[in-house]
């Protein structure tokens, strides 16, 4: 979440734009992209030479070299003309970040050849310039938070589904799934990259010795680890410079709609998948992959959208992936199939409740992560659920962060060791957050994978008045009534 501060900056830099004759809002989205992203490889490069400073060693694999120098976001910031630092941005600094990455055929290039840099004035980029030279860029994915601030600047945002997932809600997933260095992850709906860049910072800390042990290792997971689709040339571009941003050179971020005959032929290759995808939409049939089709004959995106991630996994492969709460319990031909076939044929590995507001301002829907594993050989034995309460904000439009440590501010830290001590839970009460429901239940129940099919309420017992006495206050109540009509009619005689 950006803070208030944050969003009053941006404002100030979208007004700006607005007011300098850039009024497409994608086009907003783009600009602002790249000089985060101009900013934020200054920034990674001072580190790289605070590093070589204190252990005395030449800057390593430096972004800049010598003859760079003036490149850089720190030297041109300064320069006090603002038609020199116009003509150095459009004529150096862009080819700059057009060709990084090294080789021609690395994902930047590919998706930054057709980029444009199109803010028409010196006045226009120097007033940007110092609006977001203010920005505090650490260690959050603020090019993630920004776009997302800025898709509810959009009016199509909601048509187009373009939503990036929470942070928080990325990192829990992601944490639950635990990568491993052997692991080839991918995600099919990838826009800015959210989990690809989570699970890429979850390896590096808890496997960081194992990634980089040998030259082959590192390129293991430079190159090989992370898979990202998208049809969406912006998003490919705001995705790959994310990576890139977070430490991951060359991912294979490719511009592809997962779900279009023309991919039909990709299966069977990855042993993680982490995904939002898009599900407020229809495709008609000719369009959509026949295989996908075959396991499951739908429009419905979110539907087709699983049984692609079922053809995509490895034997073995896991898959943690947020779908909207109709799929759970939806009476439809397909809607069965797919839930039987995730109970019968897979490994149905437990369902995470979320309550509406998780996805505000942006959708009120209400959704739940899936989790389980491609076996084709069935194995479900028992499903765990988790009723998520609170997510450690409000779930109102503002989206406000609460006392994280209280539990029923933020219930995440114990949806975690839950997951991970599932063995422990089969004592669990139905009537509790979390529980297990034996596999034979589900089925007797067509299914169904809603949690309040299975959820026990306890009612407070409430004690009322006999009838008899709420009838006699209610009959002195009329008589006063009656009384203070007949003196309001005397006044008025």
């Known amino acids: 979440m950006i803070t208030g501060s944050i969003k009053t900056q941006v404002d100030q830099i979208w007004n700006a734009f607005w007011s300098g004759g850039i009024s497409n809002p994608m086009e907003v989205i783009e600009q602002m992209t790249y000089l985060l992203f101009i900013k934020r490889l200054d920034e990674l490069q001072t580190v790289k030479e605070k590093k070589a400073n204190r252990i005395k060693q030449p800057v390593e694999a430096p972004i800049f070299n010598s003859g760079q ?4 976001w720190s030297k041109f910031k300064s320069l006090g003309d603002p038609a020199a630092m116009y003509a150095l941005v459009a004529d150096e600094v862009f080819p700059f970040i057009k060709n990084l990455g090294g080789a021609e055929d690395s994902t930047y290039a590919t998706h930054m050849k057709d980029a444009r840099f199109t803010i028409p004035t010196p006045a226009l980029l120097a007033r940007v310039v110092d609006m977001l030279d203010a920005i505090p860029m650490d260690d959050r994915d603020t090019k993630g938070d920004l776009y997302e601030y800025m898709l509810g600047k959009i009016a199509s945002a909601g048509q187009n589904g373009q939503f990036r997932t929470p942070r928080h809600i990325i990192k829990l997933m992601v944490e639950m799934m635990a990568p491993r260095p052997s692991d080839t992850i991918c995600d099919p709906a990838c826009g800015t990259a959210g989990f690809l860049v989570a699970a890429s910072e979850y390896l590096s800390e808890h496997h960081g010795q194992e990634i980089y042990a040998t030259p082959e290792a590192a390129r293991r997971f430079n190159h090989d680890t992370f898979h990202g689709f998208d049809f969406d040339s912006t998003m490919l571009r705001v995705g790959s410079m994310n ?10 971020i490719e511009n592809r709609d997962s779900l279009s005959e023309g991919h039909a032929g990709v299966a069977g290759q990855f042993s993680l998948i982490l995904a939002n995808p ?11 992959a026949k295989d996908l089709q075959q396991i ?3 429009k419905k995106t ?9 053809r995509l996994l490895k034997p073995g492969g896991r898959a943690a992936v947020i779908v909207p ?11 069965k199939t797919l839930r039987r076939m995730l109970v019968e044929e897979q ?3 437990g369902i995470v409740s979320m309550p509406s507001g998780v996805f505000r301002p942006y959708a009120g829907v209400s959704t739940a992560i899936l989790l389980f594993t491609k076996t084709d050989s069935g194995g479900t034995d028992n499903v765990w659920f988790y009723d998520m309460q ?9 989206r406000n962060p609460l006392d994280a440590d209280k539990h029923e501010n933020n219930n995440l830290p114990d949806i975690l060791a839950r997951w991970q001590n599932r063995d422990a839970e089969s004592g669990r009460a139905r009537t509790e957050q979390s529980f297990l429901v034996p596999k034979d239940e589900i089925a007797g129940n067509g299914y169904d994978l809603s949690i309040n099919r299975y959820k026990e309420v306890v009612h407070e017992a409430v004690d009322y008045d006999p009838p008899q006495k709420i009838l006699a206050e209610l009959k002195v109540l009329e008589e006063e009534i009656m009384q203070g009509m007949d003196e309001l009619e005397g006044m008025l005689q």
Do not use: C, I
């Open 69 to 72: 120098q003036k490149l850089r």
């Open 243 to 252: 990576m890139l941003l977070h430490g991951v050179e060359n991912p294979a």
């Open 278 to 288: 898009p599900f407020a939409g229809s495709l008609d049939y000719e369009s959509t």
């Open 296 to 298: 499951v004959k739908t």
């Open 302 to 310: 979110e539907l087709l959208f699983l049984a692609l991630f079922l």
């Open 325 to 335: 709460d109709g799929v759970l319990f939806g009476s439809s031909k397909a809607h």
């Open 347 to 349: 490994k149905l590995d």
């Open 390 to 398: 609170a997510d450690g904000y409000s779930l109102d439009d503002k």
